[in-house]
Each structure stands twice: as structure tokens, then as C-alpha cells.
């Protein structure tokens, strides 16, 4: 798998820096560090940037122009999967989709797409992901991002996003934050990236922020007892009290029965001995206590 530790000189383009979403976060992007090189869009007449940003008409010609191997797609749901071909046919090789809804089935040609040209998928509906006060790509918050040697993979935005501003002002900093993504088929799974945070010298701990919903927390349990992971592994998983057979959030957080469940979820983690929080607040205090 291709690392996903990237910092400020990584060369980055935007695949559908015309749109609203695209133009706002573009700037935010930029703002933070993001070494954002160019954008793609459909050409329009004496248009030539946005925000500063070189505009290029496709993937192939951006690439070539700028030398960029990771790509951020803000587009719709229904555009994703082409904009995806375009990224990895032009030599993209990290490619980040903060859109939620993609069609299932554009989504499982999206992860073979990915899988046989050997290139990260970060995604579909991921806050995005980060190395704290180097770059970020997608909607992180700014003040929840404070550098630091604690591992941070979450399927929530909001939760993550609260949960890193609380860290940050308990003095507790994150080394690799990065949102698997909440839609049921998805690239890059907790599981997937044990083995770059074991690698990982400056990560420390890792935290994930799972939920109720498909098998993702049970099967990283079980790959850091296969892997042997050595670091402190703590958790918070939501939605406890959720009813069932209801989409909590987006469509991946759905429970039937036990399936999916976060009696199951607990289980397996503290099987694997993974640290795991009932509350938000306890969290966030036992992490600072053990970080700090």
C-alpha cells in the first residue's frame, strides 16, 4: 500500500475545483499549507485559476504539467467513479473522495480500480485526512488539528473532529489523521492500515473513532493481534444506544440484530486489547492521561 504520510511539498490537484465545495475548500486547503498545484475543470473562456490555482482541463494534462501523484475529487456522487478512472489513468496514486453516496456498484469498481493499480483510496464520504500543521486534504478543522504522536482513524466527521479539537486543547497532538469513511464500501480500511501505523515512527498510540455498522472495527481487531501491534490502541465507538435496522448518520452505520452491533464491536477490541471508552469525556481523559 502506498503511504499515506504526505507533509507540505507533496504535490496535490483538485478534481472538480469549479464547484462550490470545490472553490471553498480549495482556499481552506491552500490556507493550511496544502501544496495545491493545480485543479481540474471543464475549460471556460479567460478562466485560467482559481483561487489561485492553475486550472487544467483533465487529470492527464494536470499531471503532466505538475508532477502531482495525489488527488482530491470533489464531485458528485454519480461523477465520482469516471473522475476516479480519469485519476488513476494520468498516474494519481493516492486519491482522496470526501463525496458520500456513491452508487454501490460504482463503488465496488472504484475499489478494483484502485486495488489493481495500486493506489490508495481514501474514501467514499471521509472528513478527509491530515498531518497536523503540514497539509490536509478534505474538511478538517483547523482546530482540530494540533501535531503530535497520536494515530487517529476515524468513520465520523463531527465525532472526530470534536474529539480532536478536545485532545488538542488537552495538549495531545495527532501524527496521521485519516477518515476511512463512512459509506458501506469503501478503499482503505482501519485494518488496511495497521500495518503503516505499526511502521510509523511518529505515531506513538493510535485512536479510532468507530460506529455501530458493517464489520470494520472486528476485523481491525483482528489485524493487530495478526500483526503484533505493540503500540497502545484505544477506542470510542458510537452509537451504543442505536435502534435496529436504522441508518444512524449515512448508510454504513446500520445494525441487524447482532450483526454489526457494538456488543460485537466492544468485544473484539478488548479481545485484541484495544482500550475502549463508553463516553466521549472519558476518552478524551484517559488518552491525555496515557499520551501525556
Known sequence: MISPRIDRHTKIILQGIS??????????????????VGGVAPPKQDIHDINGIPLYPDCASAVAATGAAVSVALVGAY?????????????????????EGMPVHDALQAKRLTQEAGVLWIGGSTPGMAIAEEVKLGFLPDVSLKSGHLGLMSKSGTLSYESGFRLAQHGVGTSVWIGVGGDPVKGARYS????????????????????????????????????KFSKPVFALIAGRTAPEGV??????????????????????????????????????????????
Open 192 to 227: 488496511d492500515l495497521v500495518p503503516f501505523y505499526a511502521a510509523d515512527a511518529q505515531t506513538h498510540a493510535l485512536l479510532i473513532i468507530g460506529e455501530i455498522g458493517g464489520h470494520d472495527e472486528e476485523d481491525f481487531a483482528a489485524a493487530l493481534i495478526a500483526q
Open 247 to 292: 441508518a444512524m448518520g449515512h448508510a454504513g452505520a446500520l445494525t441487524y440484530g447482532s450483526h454489526g452491533g457494538y456488543a460485537a464491536k466492544r468485544t473484539a477490541l478488548v479481545a485484541a486489547g484495544v482500550t475502549v471508552f463508553d463516553s466521549l469525556n472519558a476518552m478524551v481523559d484517559g488518552v491525555a492521561k496515557h499520551m501525556l
Open 19 to 36: 464547484g462550490r465545495a470545490g472553490r471553498l475548500h480549495s482556499r481552506l486547503m491552500r490556507e493550511y499549507g496544502t501544496n495545491l
Open 79 to 99: 461523477d465520482l467513479l469516471d473522475a476516479m478512472k480519469e485519476a488513476v489513468a494520468a498516474g494519481i496514486k493516492m486519491i482522496v473522495t470526501p463525496t
